[in-house]
């Protein structure tokens, strides 16, 4: 990168930082430091809330994602505004008449104690886990920019979060939050303009959209059922909206957001607003991945976009790479021009056109299997090489081809992004680990400071533990799939047990206990054995937990719950 990058990059991340720390400054007490003195109006929440969903691994992730597979991945979110509006009458009332510091609290007063713990332990796994594959995503950046050690660039990105997020608590974390995600939206939206001003050949967004499509990239409904097809509009309807329900309803991280605004009705319309915005904008994410495939449909491609990787097998296997790149010079100049015959002839609906695009298509399968060969190679000559070269392919376009100072902007954005995400997740798993594992067993409760202090330690060891964790993510491929997947292998069971708690009284802790083992054995089954697609797993845990509690009815007699 260049000096003026630099200089924008490092300028920004600063200021981001010494916000955050201002702004957090003065924290007296856990209300402060977990729950904002529940201050937060309803565009706060709105921010808060969409900046711990989109990631880091949103903005890098999500154009590779379209660039190899299409844009069927926004069907995922198609069940996500009906969630909103059950989680605005259901979840949102009781939280907020119980002021609960986490999701979980409200269990022990339904249920019991183990359940709580249970519960949260689910969370804490899982959100633990995610949290470091979300570290993992901007530390990539660093890696390929500057050509250090991924693990160095682990810590170095975990370490500098943590400096707000340890000072300023769930306050730092809402305001930076803004001011993030503001600084995001713009600037992805100006890289999508200067990605269709840059369309090499002359060629223009409709030439682009036309390219995308005949390329099968713009397949943004699929409606054909496969209860292994991971993207299809049953998938995302159904288990999209258990999976949004769940995050949303019950994973502390989300929660953690919106039980800090004023009142029910700024927590509601955060919600709501979210529900409505997430898809159009997960929307032109993708669409900007298909207009990837478009940009290197006319210029040549990189035989592999995570450049160190390739190099690594240049310099192992020197004989094996000269025959890759010779095939794939000999395919990119077929691809190249036979892209540039189809926009010449678009406008004509004859034979000679319908040739030309099964021609296009053909070669397109034949570079599609040949990047396969070149994957398999690089992961058989380094066992430590990432799986896929999917989250570098917005990075190889950024690096090459936009503007001095844009670069830098848009590697800020990616920080940005993780950092929103990440600081949110550090301070529920604090308020989570502190509130219902470490607390839960003391006999009495620590003053205000001491507890204060507590919180504090809790962000930092869990902030340890997600570097950790980084340090494992090279072997998970696409960053926005894995993510997603771990997320199902454990929120169908946390969302079943809220369902038992809302909705079936006569259901006690002795069953639902002994039902969301039992659901949470029956969902990692399910996928090991791979029986269907990872977003049925949400559909499957939570129906198991209500199935498994209704048998034990047979077994324990229920006692009276508290409503």
């Not at 003065?26 to 201050?39: C, P, T, W």
């Amino acid at each position: 990168m260049s000096t003026i990058d630099w200089t924008v990059l490092i300028a920004t991340l600063v200021a981001v930082v010494v916000y955050g720390v201002f702004i957090g400054r003065g924290q007296k007490s856990n209300e402060s430091y977990l729950k904002a003195d529940n201050k937060m109006p309803w565009y706060i929440v709105l921010l808060g809330i969409m900046a711990t969903q989109a990631s880091a691994i949103t903005f890098l992730s999500a154009p590779g994602q379209a660039y190899t597979d299409g844009m069927r991945f926004v069907q995922y979110y198609f069940g996500l505004p009906l969630a909103m509006i059950v989680i605005c009458i259901t979840f949102i009332p009781i939280f907020q008449r119980l002021n609960v510091y986490t999701a979980y609290e409200y269990l022990e007063n339904r249920f019991d104690k183990k359940t709580r713990v249970l519960t949260s332990l689910l969370f804490l796994f899982s959100r633990g886990l995610s949290t470091g594959i979300s570290i993992y995503a901007p530390s990539i950046i660093l890696s390929s920019v500057l050509g250090w050690n991924i693990y160095l660039t682990n810590v170095l990105t975990g370490g500098i979060l943590m400096i707000y997020t340890y000072v300023g608590g769930a306050k730092a974390i809402a305001h930076t939050q803004k001011l993030q995600f503001l600084i995001i939206l713009g600037t992805m939206a100006f890289a999508g303009y200067l990605l269709i001003e840059n369309m090499p050949n002359g060629m223009g967004f409709n030439d682009a959209l036309y390219l995308a499509g005949k390329s099968g990239k713009l397949n943004v409904i699929t409606t054909d059922f496969d209860w292994k097809d991971k993207y299809n509009i049953w998938s995302g309807l159904i288990g999209g909206f258990f999976l949004a329900l769940s995050y949303f309803g019950t994973d502390q991280s989300q929660v953690g957001r919106y039980i800090t605004a004023k009142d029910n009705t700024n927590a509601k319309m955060g919600l709501l607003l979210n529900g409505l915005v997430k898809i159009p904008m997960q929307f032109a994410i993708l669409l900007i991945g298909a207009l990837l495939f478009a940009f290197f449909s006319l210029k040549p491609a990189p035989i592999y976009f995570n450049e160190r990787s390739y190099q690594h097998l240049k310099e192992t296997k020197p004989e094996q790479a000269a025959v890759f790149e010779k095939e794939h010079q000999d395919l990119q100049t077929k691809f190249n021009a036979e892209s540039k015959e189809i926009l010449k002839l678009k406008q004509n609906s004859s034979s000679q056109l319908e040739t030309k695009i099964q021609d296009f298509k053909n070669t397109q399968s034949q570079v599609k299997a040949l990047h396969g060969r070149v994957e398999e190679a690089i992961n058989q000559s380094n066992f430590n090489a990432e799986k896929t070269d999917t989250n570098y392919i917005f990075l190889y376009f950024v690096k090459n081809t936009l503007p001095v100072g844009m670069i830098g902007l848009l590697f800020a954005v990616i920080f940005l992004a993780s950092w929103g995400s990440i600081s949110a997740a550090l301070n529920s798993l604090a308020a989570c680990s502190l509130k219902d594992v470490h607390l839960i067993f003391k006999k009495e409760l620590p003053d205000d400071r001491t507890e204060l202090k507590y919180s504090r330690l809790h962000t930092l060891g869990w902030g340890i533990f997600s570097i950790g964790v980084a340090m494992f993510a090279t072997q998970m491929g696409s960053l926005i799939e894995a993510v997603n997947v771990l997320g199902s292998l454990f929120y169908g069971p946390i969302l079943g047990i809220f369902l038992v708690a809302f909705y079936f009284k006569r259901i006690n802790g002795a069953n639902v206990f002994i039902a969301a083992i039992l659901s949470e054995i029956t969902v990692i089954a399910v996928y090991q054995f791979d029986i269907v697609s990872f977003l049925w797993l949400n559909v499957i845990g939570a129906a198991a937990v209500i199935i498994f509690s209704a048998i034990g009815l047979l077994f324990y007699k229920p006692k009276a719950v508290n409503s």
